[in-house]
């Protein structure tokens, strides 16, 4: 971004709750159904029918505000946002404008090291729309309604993000506690976590805001941050040659790479809001708020700061093994049977982390369970298998789902620590060797790893690699 200018970035995010039911009827909200089989007249929009909220996503919304420090009305109600789409039923959209459920809260986010508070305006709750479906290739589209009526939060942030990695980063956080508290599962490809980005850009050091373009379509976290770029770089050009940007909804092409102008901005008084008639106002107790404030669970930054306090790891561990529930469970599953935490953390962050992704699985559907990890690092431990063994060994266990143990002994992986077998290999591989021998013992010491290699070679990696480079060093002289 050009020093000369600072942008200015706001997101809203949507978040699919993970309640079984519609909000406001009681049809599945289960994602991939044929079309059109998860409806009935309340989501249909049919005239006389009347919407009774779904208590969940109440609870849900009040859960989430909890988590991200939000203030929770004891007070709050639904209004009606009108305006006309074909995937829109009613011809409206039930949410919450004056009176949101949770306001006021922020969450924080570590950029390049730094710990950053990014501030959270508003989390409300509505109704989804259906989705248009633009197949075939005719002059026509079709309309799905088995979303409308899906319950989300919109969660809406302060202008306070100032680039697309925090963009990024931010939403990465919000993924992260929406999963920790198992109200949204943040499938970004499904849709069930989708995100709008407010851009506009302003001199360096000046308090007032530019125009703004607000971005949609964005559909993975590597989209936001591109998606922000590009605006940037767009509005910033447009400056710069003496021109202004407009006020405009643009959407995010991600095979072009490019945002392209679909429709002048709306304001809010061009839904035309005002309280939906059709359902009461929403009143909490205090000790509703109370009991589910003392039921949230440990969230990722507790959780992160007791494992480096606790485990003793570092503070990039920590991050990486909090940023998903599941893994952080695996973790201390491990550490727990006696598993080293860093021994535990390293395997983890690479090894098993390269044979998921290889997979294409989550850590939930991981074939391995901690405590084969955890029977492995025993047996570096007491030196049956060597660190480099120990990688075949783990990769079988992936594979097949055995014990350590029983790889082991199958195909013969045992270490050797016989000093004298070590010794007859070390012997073999100096009589093989002269010239390096003598060149080494003119002083070109970085051939003892050559010599490794050779008894490595010989014994098929099982010599105690320890053993192996004494043994060499003192015969070398």
């Known amino acids: ?16 709750m993970l309640t079984d039911t519609k909000i406001f009827c009681g049809c599945s909200t289960k994602f991939g159904s044929e079309p059109n089989t998860q409806t009935c007249q309340v989501c249909i929009g049919m005239p006389g029918v009347l919407p009774a909220l779904n208590k969940k996503a109440l609870e849900f919304s009040m859960k989430t505000g909890l988590a991200m420090n939000c203030k929770i009305s004891l007070y709050s109600r639904f209004a009606r946002k009108n305006y006309f789409y074909p995937d829109l039923p009613k011809g409206y959209q039930i949410s919450q404008y004056e009176l949101p459920i949770c306001e006021a809260g922020h969450i924080e986010i570590v950029v390049d090291g730094e710990v950053k508070r990014i501030g959270i305006t508003r989390i409300h709750m509505e109704e989804d729309a259906g989705k248009n479906i633009h197949e075939g290739g005719g002059p026509y589209s079709f309309v799905d309604l088995n979303r409308a009526g899906v319950p989300l939060m919109e969660i809406v942030s302060e202008p306070d993000i100032r680039s697309p990695k925090e963009a990024a980063e931010y939403m990465k956080k919000l993924r992260t506690v929406l999963r920790y508290l198992g109200v949204c599962d943040g499938n970004m490809e499904q849709g069930s976590l989708r995100c709008d980005a407010n851009v506009s850009v302003r001199p360096a050091g000046q308090k007032e805001f530019g125009v703004r373009a607000e971005l949609k379509n964005i559909n993975s976290f590597r989209f936001v941050e591109k998606a922000i ?3 940037i770089k767009r509005q910033i050009k447009i400056l710069e040659e003496g021109g202004k940007v407009i006020q405009e909804t643009r959407l995010w092409d991600s095979a072009a790479g490019v945002t392209l102008s679909m429709r ?4 809010a008084h061009d839904y035309r809001y ?8 929403i009143t909490v107790g205090q000790k509703w708020i109370d009991d589910i404030k003392a039921s949230l669970p440990e969230l990722p930054d507790a959780k992160r700061e007791r494992f480096v306090s606790e485990y003793g790891i570092p503070e990039y561990d920590a991050e990486f093994l909090t940023s998903e529930k599941a893994v952080a469970k695996w973790f201390e599953e491990a550490v727990g049977p006696g598993g080293q935490p860093k021994a535990v953390s390293n395997w983890m962050m690479g090894d098993l982390m390269r044979l998921l992704n290889e997979e294409n699985k989550g850590i939930e559907e991981c074939p391995l369970k901690p405590i084969q990890l955890v029977d492995m690092l025993k047996l570096i431990d007491n030196g049956t298998i060597s660190g480099k063994i120990a990688k075949t060994v783990f990769d079988e266990m992936f594979k097949s789902g055995k014990d350590a143990d029983t790889i082991v002994k199958e195909k013969g992986l045992i270490q050797i620590s016989d000093e004298s077998a070590i010794e007859r290999a070390v012997d073999e591989a100096l009589a093989k060797n002269n010239n390096e021998v003598e060149r080494y013992k003119a002083g070109d010491e970085k051939l003892l790893g050559f010599f490794v290699g050779q008894i490595m070679k010989a014994t098929k990696g099982k010599a105690n690699p320890q053993m192996v480079n004494e043994l060499l060093k003192k015969k070398l002289g």
């Open 264 to 267: 002048s901005k709306e304001e």
């Open 274 to 281: 005002f309280p939906e008639p059709d359902l009461v106002p």
């Open 1 to 16: 971004m050009s020093g000369k200018y600072e942008a200015v970035i706001g997101l809203e995010v949507h978040a699919q």
């Open 229 to 231: 770029e590009y605006e």
